[in-house]
Each structure stands twice: as C-alpha cells, then as structure tokens.
C-alpha cells in the first residue's frame, strides 16, 4: 500500500465552525489531490497540488481552501462547514510515469475521512 | 480533464460468471485506467491501458480499448464473491491533468 494516512479518519463537527483535513505522504510523490464522493455524485475534485505551495482548483472548490507547505503534507480546510459538506474526503497521490504523450500517472489513495456537519 | 462514464451502473452476477463494465469518453486520451473501491475504502488501481494499446490483461482482469468509439471495457472473468465492489475509470489525455472519475458501476457477485 502506499504510504498516505489521513487524519482525522473520523470526524463530527457543528456547521460553522472550522476543519482541516491532513493528508500525509511518504512516497515523495509530486502531485496530491483531494476527492470528495457522496451518493449519486461519485468521486469529485475539489482542489489539487503540482508541487509546494502550488495548488489548482477542482470541480467542487468552492467553501474549501488548501495548503502545502511540504511535500508530503497537503491540508485541506473548511473555513465554515456546512452541512452539504458532509462527505467522505479522499486525499491521493501520483506521480509522472514516462515522458511526453504516453506518460500514465496511476493515482494512489488514502483510506478516506468520513465528515458529518451538523 | 476528462471523465470516464461508467455502464451499467449496477450488475449483479453468480459466482463464476464473467462480468463486463463498459467506459465511454468523450475526446483523445493518452491512457486510460480502471481503479477499484471496495465498500468503506479508498480507491485502488488495478490496470491502464495506454492508447496505442487494444488490449491488457491481468491475471482475471482484461481491458481493452476502442479509441475509434472512445470507449473502453472492463471484463472480469470466473468472478467471485470477493469481487463485489464499485469500479471506476478514468481518461486522461495528460499525464500531469488530475483525472476525473465518474460515478462508477457498483458489481455485486453473489456466492
């Protein structure tokens, strides 16, 4: 299995208040991602990292924030959760495999943390 | 980015049965992969298939690729019980885009 744990597996929390999720690699992979998947949506990005202090926007941005400071580490928080953010989060890592137009990059997950907002 | 959508949604099936999962996308890819989820987990990566290629095999697993249709299949053969679980593709026409999965097709395989 790859090298990612993520933290808090499990958490609760009041609508408002802030979160941050960590995810944190020991593969010294480039890129990192982060995933949210709920019932009928399948798996969405919210936001993802090129490199340190890199990061682009995914699909579902908005109401979250990330940070990467270090190469294995990639934070993603919720500044004022709400309760649509009630979801299972998945952070994941890849890397480039091979150069030019056939280069793969297989991406690596974690075990996901589970967010309830209420 | 590109997003890989998922046919059927649901199958189930007898164990030692072949179950087929189908992939569509819409524009050029460079490769294309299959991934795995079993309930409560993450992702896992079971195969990739590069465009030049028309067909992987993996053990009880074979993938092949019609860039002329964009599509892709998923064939798992003498399926057991352990199979049960969703899966997913995902295209991607860069090696550095984040790729984009789609809601999956979920494979119950009942002993």
């Known amino acids: 299995d790859a090298g990612i744990t993520q933290s808090p597996r499990h958490k609760v929390t009041e609508t408002g208040t802030p979160v941050t999720l960590r995810c944190h690699q020991t593969?010294?992979?480039?890129?990192m991602y982060w995933y949210r998947q709920d019932p009928g949506h399948g798996l969405r990005l919210i936001h993802y990292s090129y490199g340190v202090k890199d990061t682009d926007k995914g699909e579902v941005s908005d109401g979250y924030s990330v940070s990467r400071s270090k190469t294995e580490d990639f934070l993603l928080t919720l500044e004022s959760a709400t309760s649509s953010q009630t979801s299972v989060y998945f952070c994941?890592?890849?890397?480039?495999?091979?150069?030019?137009?056939?280069?793969?990059?297989?991406?690596?997950f974690g075990e996901g943390s589970w967010l309830t907002v209420v | 980015s590109q997003q890989g959508e998922e046919d059927p949604q649901a199958l189930s099936i007898q164990e030692g049965e072949n179950a087929t999962m189908n992939c569509s996308y819409k524009t050029s890819i460079n490769n294309l992969q299959w991934y795995r989820q079993n309930s409560g987990r993450g992702l896992v990566h079971l195969i990739l298939?590069?465009?030049?290629?028309r067909e992987k095999h993996s053990g009880r697993l074979r993938v092949t690729l019609d860039t002329s249709k964009k599509s892709s299949s998923l064939l798992i053969t003498a399926s057991r019980a352990a199979d049960t679980a969703s899966y997913f593709c995902?295209?991607?026409?860069?090696?550095?885009?984040?790729?984009?999965f789609g809601k999956g097709t979920r494979l119950s395989v009942i002993a």
């Open positions: 994941a890592i890849s890397d480039l495999a091979g150069q030019g137009p056939l280069s793969g990059n297989t991406i690596y």
């Open positions: 995902a295209a991607s026409n860069s090696g550095n885009t984040p790729l984009v």
């Open positions: 298939i590069r465009s030049n290629e």
């Open positions: 593969e010294n992979h480039r890129y």
